[in-house]
């Protein structure tokens, strides 16, 4: 069992985890979990436990599966586009339908590559797995392919970094070769000092829309994993919103001295 330890508002050593929260004017928390000291931090405990749609921080497991059932060889793999796709439900990325490699796709979200692998995973192993990594509810009663973007699965911010420990710590089903490759895929800032690895994810629900990044920082001998989930009406605009995601984890991963 994790030692707990919520941090809401600035104390002796505590980071101020509301205040950047306050200043993109988002409903949410962050959900940090200190490594080396056993440390939780938690902006809002309560929300930290709401459970949700994953959105696009599925292709982190979708990816893991994938590599792992033999629906793709490695990150170098090139899917071929297949020259058409429901631009009206996922909306018209032109930049997104081509040939691109499995990395590329994970890169820029292409959700029509991640639709072919859930086509040729299929629903037993999807179960299989997300019950073997305990991973959210394990709901896939919805009928259509992006079942991450919509339907009833649901994860909670404090069980997405309880996931990510447990990658990187090679705790779950999966080889260490395909862990090793997920792992290098979410390499998103490589300084000299440290290493961030994250995935971020976007959807709509009961006229919300929901905002996610996850990930974790290695920065010398210690470790810092990461949910940020922000929410909003989606008849309210807030055209920071996207950003607000990175903006709000990074204030408070600097504030702790993880990243510069």
Known sequence: MFFLLFAAVAGFGQPDMVAPFKACNLHGSCTIY???????????PADAEI???????????NLLIALESGVVKDENEVVKWPGATDTTRYGYRPEIYRDMTVKEAFEVSAVWVFLDMANKIGRE?????????????????????????????????????????????DK???????????????????KEDYTLR????????NGMDSGWWVGYVERGDNLYFFTTRITKKRSEVNP?????????????????????
């Open 34 to 44: 200190d490594y080396k000291n056993q440390k939780w931090m938690m902006s809002d």
């Open 51 to 61: 459970a949700s749609l994953p959105a696009s921080t599925f292709k982190i497991i």
């Open 125 to 169: 192993r999807y179960h299989h797995y997300l019950s073997e990594c305990n991973y959210g509810n394990a709901d896939l009663s919805e009928s259509g392919p992006d079942f991450w973007n919509l339907g009833p699965l649901a994860i909670s911010p404090h069980n997405q970094v309880e996931f990510l420990v447990k990658m990187h710590e």
């Open 172 to 190: 779950l089903p999966f080889s260490k070769r395909t862990l090793d490759i997920v792992k290098r895929v979410m390499v998103t800032e490589q």
């Open 198 to 205: 994250s995935k971020t994810g976007w959807t709509r629900e």
């Open 240 to 260: 920071n919103f996207g950003n607000c995601r990175k903006e709000i984890t990074k204030n408070i991963l600097r504030q702790l001295k993880a990243i510069d």
